[in-house]
């Protein structure tokens, strides 16, 4: 098992550029999240998804889009990249385990914006 | 919506000594209160979690207990050691496949 994988690891992005953070797991579960993480300010959701066909604004929604693809994979597009939008992105998903809704954390993806 | 405040933002303690952070949250309808452990340049993980129908759960040197009533919830770690040195973060959500909100994070240095 790979757990939650994200591509690409690092990524550094001109001002007005787009692209797109790829995120997909292996464990069959139904909810996933995308997270931002700036130093000092701890985990900031993005969007999550509490299943397929379905995603919800987090708390940092503006800027950001967002693609359920299917069950495995939850995809985040950046349209027209910002300064403001440098950060560390995880990306994670959660099942159901009793009485634990462990979200399992992908290795991160470095992004930059000049 | 939910807000998630945690203290201290850092903590030194000596090897051996008890460590304690404390978080708050704003909203009564969360109910479920989980404990992340995040090394340097590492992903976070989950050290330990709460429902809201439990007061206090404990797993070897780690214990949260959750005080409903006042709206906060506390991770204790006992005999720290150096491997426990990281950031920690609590976090708040009104359970499986809602918005989770997370607190800014705690620093814990354990000094040999």
């Known amino acids: 098992n790979a757990g939650v994988t994200q591509t690409p690891k690092f990524q550094v992005l001109k001002t007005g550029q787009s692209m797109t953070l790829q995120c997909a797991q292996d464990m069959n579960h139904n909810s996933m999240y995308w997270y931002r993480q700036d130093p000092g300010m701890g985990l900031r959701l993005i969007y999550y998804?509490?299943?397929?066909?379905?995603?919800d604004k987090g708390e940092v929604p503006n800027g950001y889009n967002v693609s359920r693809l299917n069950k495995r994979e939850f995809s985040l597009r950046l349209e027209s990249a910002a300064p403001s939008q440098t950060s560390v992105y995880f990306c994670?998903?959660?099942?159901?385990?009793?009485?634990?809704?462990?979200?399992?954390f992908g290795p991160g993806t470095r992004l930059t914006v000049t | 919506g939910e807000n998630v405040e945690q203290h201290p933002s850092t903590l030194s303690v000596q090897e051996g000594d008890s460590a304690v952070i404390k978080c708050t949250y704003s909203?009564?309808?969360?109910?479920?209160f989980p404990w992340y452990k995040q090394e340097l340049g590492k992903r976070p993980q989950l050290i330990i979690d709460?429902?809201?129908?439990?007061g206090e759960k404990k797993d070897q040197r780690i214990a949260v207990t959750l005080n409903k009533t006042a709206k906060h919830f506390s991770l204790h770690i006992t005999e720290t050691q150096p491997e426990d040195s990281a950031v920690y973060f609590c976090?708040?959500?009104?359970?499986?496949?809602?918005?989770?909100?997370f607190g800014p994070g705690t620093r814990l240095s354990v000094l040999p």
């Open positions: 909203d009564s309808a969360s109910n479920y």
């Open positions: 994670a998903s959660s099942e159901i385990g009793g009485s634990s809704y462990e979200q399992y």
């Open positions: 998804s509490a299943s397929e066909g379905t995603t």
């Open positions: 976090a708040a959500s009104q359970g499986y496949g809602q918005n989770f909100v």
């Open positions: 709460i429902r809201s129908n439990v």
